[in-house]
């Protein structure tokens, strides 16, 4: 192979390998985060350099095995199918090579030369495990690599072994695996049928034999990019059928079957002593952390921090933006040139563009703080067991325990809290979690309600008012999940199947690039929708040119009058119309509008213009309603669906108006 | 055939897995097989979550519901979970610590030791020397037995 050429390495293992541990040493900074197409699972990409060539990385999805069973193996097994890598590197756990070895060896069979890189060398030492390397590398017939990826060890034989193996100074072998007869005869024949289509050089034969066996999705997986396929269809039928009927179960599971056999085989050969993963230290911290009564008082005790930690944080450096911004604004309009210049595209760029910007970088602090948290949770090990200590809670609607997690972040920051489903394991629970967040009460609606209930109700009752929306959120949050369960929205829950992995103390590293990482996605993703929906609502505020923003001219105001029928029945006015309106930038602006379309002191004109009752619905429509735009993106961005988008803008106005209207007309018929 | 026993401690030896076929074709992927081992390690504060150790050495949560299907032979259960009076019973470990097994030992119980029960309401035992020794159901849950194939 010649110098300056790219080669493309993908990463494969079972989950809670090291496998983001090991990506991220190798490629540092150099990453690129988007979704694998049509779902909502993350794909990592990164570039390294490795004497003269540039290696493309690409992380694939945590997976037990090719043949799928989640939408995270889906997207590998279509991924390998359809664009072969070069080279693969197999990640194994060391401690439980048996675990990983049954996808090893079923990826062996690919034919595309593969590393074994044997990971956490250092636990599996302290544990008093040997491995015999030279024997496990002569039995898979590939490089095997000790490897301990926290503290970086083993990581220059590991790029030495891939330049080796991209350079064919070493060859690939693979292993064998032993498969009863007829299955093995079954295999090859449509082997041999496959190798007359004289379709793909990359993958091996007997790989893809077993792969149409197993099920037609791979068959469909590769019919697009090599029609020649169709023309299997009888043959892989007929064989699938004789050879199940002679197994009397299921290819998978057969297969499988002598996988994890061979599997079996390879550890009691290679590995010294029995292995004992029941480590004591975790044992012990979960004696404590998942105890029945102490279990979840400790839970909230736990996110009672984290919440108050990404505020008590977060919100100086938000307000510091702000005022910055603000600045920002004040500055450009008291400009020399600013005089000049028709003070439409004054305003324009201060009240439009700056803001619209500001808007977006006030997250920031949030997203970045709320990531740092998040991985500290996760990466220690501690999500599995708060997923595990709620999950009968979350089952009963529709959900698992670790969706519970992003939802009581919700009540913090709707943005951050969706970004963060995509932890969740599966497609099912990701898209129920995405739309029953924007229904909870976040920090920047509760600035809406204590500045509205402080007007309009005594300093006694105020609390409870506030206090009684937080109830009417968690409700509306139960009954949408219900609710989305009953329609199937989402589709069949899969089985919940968890790993609960042991304690492991995260790594500053892992933890910073994660947080950077989503801060960069966040600025490429969500910005432009953000700034998009400010300069519209701006643009509707203050069209046609000359008009006071928001004033009975202006075409927000035309059309909040047009539409004040509709809000009429709930007993909102066009005026609350329009600050809703500009509660879609972000809600916490609803408080400021209603002060610019008042006018004057909003305090005397809105205890002036709303009674308790039309105070209380406008305040329950803002809950409900439409989420900001920075939610509406963030759910775009994390589901990949304007299906999904657009559901959750009608769901919430259709809630928001139903709930306000019972609000409204049941408070006038008790005489409020 | 039996199936998974819904309390801590309990070990048991998988016979068949099916009825949900998505739950079997997830577990044996992850190569949990016919003849793997699983032990209950704890249920859930609100129940129904159950944390399962494999014999391979992971831990997994699994729901109950889901557990039930799998189809097993129980290895070991704790004294309290024994429901059946007829049959005979190997004490093989005590699920305390040091001082539990102290205490069970200076009242005639040791690992290993053959006994049958007498009540279950109480939990009287009889020892391998015949002896009655009655101990209280904290002390059952924590006492591990296995069944004795007595065809053998």
């Known amino acids: 192979m010649t110098k300056n050429k790219t080669i493309t390495v993908a990463i494969i293992s079972i989950p809670n390998t090291g496998k983001s541990t090991l990506f991220n040493l190798l490629t540092g900074a150099h990453q690129a985060v988007g979704n694998w197409p049509g779902v909502s699972v993350e794909k990592k990409t990164g570039t390294f350099k490795l004497n003269g060539y540039t290696v493309k990385l690409i992380d694939l999805p945590g997976c037990y095995s090719l043949t799928a069973t989640s939408i995270e193996e889906q997207v590998v097994r279509d991924y390998i199918l359809q664009t072969p890598p070069d080279v693969i590197i197999n990640i194994a756990d060391a401690r439980n090579l048996y675990r990983s070895l049954g996808l090893t060896l079923q990826v062996a069979q690919s034919g595309i030369p593969m590393i074994l890189a044997v990971n956490m060398m250092d636990e599996a030492r302290r544990m008093g495990l040997k491995i015999d390397f030279k024997a496990l590398q002569e039995h898979l017939g590939m490089p095997v690599v000790p490897i301990v990826a926290r503290k970086g060890e083993g990581i220059d034989q590991l790029k030495q072994k891939l330049l080796e193996l991209v350079e064919g100074k070493i060859t690939y072998h693979g292993p064998q695996t032993s498969c009863p007869i007829h299955t093995d005869k079954s295999v090859l024949s449509l082997a041999d049928e496959i190798k007359k289509l004289n379709i793909n050089p990359k993958l091996s034969e007997v790989f893809l034999a077993v792969r149409f066996l197993e099920s037609n999705e791979s068959t469909k997986a590769l019919k697009k990019k090599i029609p020649a396929i169709k023309e299997l269809s009888p043959a892989i039928r007929q064989t699938r059928e004789q050879l199940e009927h002679r197994l009397g179960e299921k290819i998978p599971l057969a297969c499988a079957h002598c996988r994890f056999n061979s599997a079996r085989g390879l550890v009691m050969e290679t590995t010294s002593e029995h292995i004992t993963l029941t480590d004591r230290v975790t044992e012990k911290i979960d004696a404590i952390l998942l105890h029945k009564y102490l279990g979840i008082p400790i839970f909230l005790l736990i996110m009672l921090f984290l919440f108050q930690g990404i505020y008590a944080l977060g919100t100086p450096v938000q307000n510091l933006i702000g005022d910055g911004f603000e600045w920002l604004q004040n500055s450009v309009r008291t400009l020399p040139i600013a005089r000049h210049i028709s003070p439409f595209i004054v305003n324009f760029i201060t009240d439009g563009l700056i803001e619209g910007v500001g808007v977006v970088v006030a997250f920031f602090p949030i997203i970045a703080l709320f990531f740092i948290f998040m991985s500290l949770v996760e990466d220690s090990g501690y999500m599995a067991r708060a997923a595990f200590l709620l999950d009968h809670l979350m089952h009963s609607i529709g959900l698992d325990g670790r969706a519970f997690i992003n939802i009581l972040l919700g009540y913090g920051c709707n943005v951050p809290a969706i970004m963060g489903t995509r932890i969740l394991s599966s497609q099912h629970t990701r898209i129920i979690t995405m739309l029953v967040i924007p229904f909870t009460l976040c920090s920047a609606r509760l600035q809406v309600f204590i500045f509205v209930a402080g007007i309009l109700f005594a300093p006694q009752i105020a609390p409870w008012v506030v206090f009684s929306l937080y109830i009417l959120s968690f409700v509306v949050v139960i009954l949408v999940g219900l609710f989305l369960k009953l329609i199937r929205f989402a589709g069949k829950p899969e089985p919940f199947i968890m790993e609960i992995p042991p304690y492991r103390l995260p790594t500053l590293r892992t933890v910073l690039l994660r947080a950077w990482e989503e801060m960069k996605d966040f600025l490429n993703r969500a910005s432009t929708i953000i700034v998009l929906g400010v300069i519209v609502v701006w643009v509707l505020t203050n069209l046609p040119v000359g008009v006071t923003p928001g004033s009975p001219q202006s075409l927000a105001a035309k059309i909040g009058q047009s539409i004040a029928p509709l809000f009429r029945p709930l007993g909102i006015d066009w005026q609350e119309i329009i600050a ?86 049941g408070g006038k018929l008790l005489g409020f | 055939m039996e199936t998974v026993l819904m309390l801590p401690n309990v070990e048991c030896k998988i016979i068949s897995i099916d009825g949900n076929r998505q739950l079997a074709n997830r577990l044996t992927q992850m190569g949990v097989l016919p003849g793997s081992v699983l032990r209950i390690v704890r249920i859930g504060p609100l129940g129904r979550t159950v944390e399962v150790l494999i014999d391979q050495g992971e831990s997994i949560a699994l729901r109950s519901e889901e557990l039930r299907k799998i189809k097993c032979k129980i290895l070991a259960l704790p004294l309290a979970a024994v429901k059946d009076k007829q049959k005979t019973y190997r004490v093989r470990n ?40 009655r101990v209280g159901r904290g002390e059952a849950e924590k006492i591990i037995v296995e069944p004795v194939d007595e065809t053998l």
């Open chain 1, 580 to 665: 809703l309106l500009f509660g879609l930038i972000a809600k916490e602006i609803v408080v400021g509008s209603l002060a610019v379309i008042y006018g004057g002191d909003p305090s005397t004109q809105l205890a002036a213009a709303l009674t308790p009752l039309k105070g209380m619905s406008f305040m329950i429509f803002t809950l409900l309603y439409t989420p900001c735009v920075a939610t509406i993106s963030a759910i775009r961005a994390e589901s990949r669906s304007w299906r999904v988008t657009g559901f959750i803008l009608v769901l919430g106005l259709t809630l928001a108006w139903l709930f306000s209207f019972l609000f409204y007309q």
């Open chain 2, 94 to 133: 005590f699920a305390g610590g040091w001082g539990f097994i102290q205490k069970m030992q200076a009242r005639g119980i040791f690992p290993s030791d053959i006994i049958r029960i007498k009540e279950t309401d109480g939990y009287e035992i009889i020892s391998k020397d015949s002896r009655l020794i």
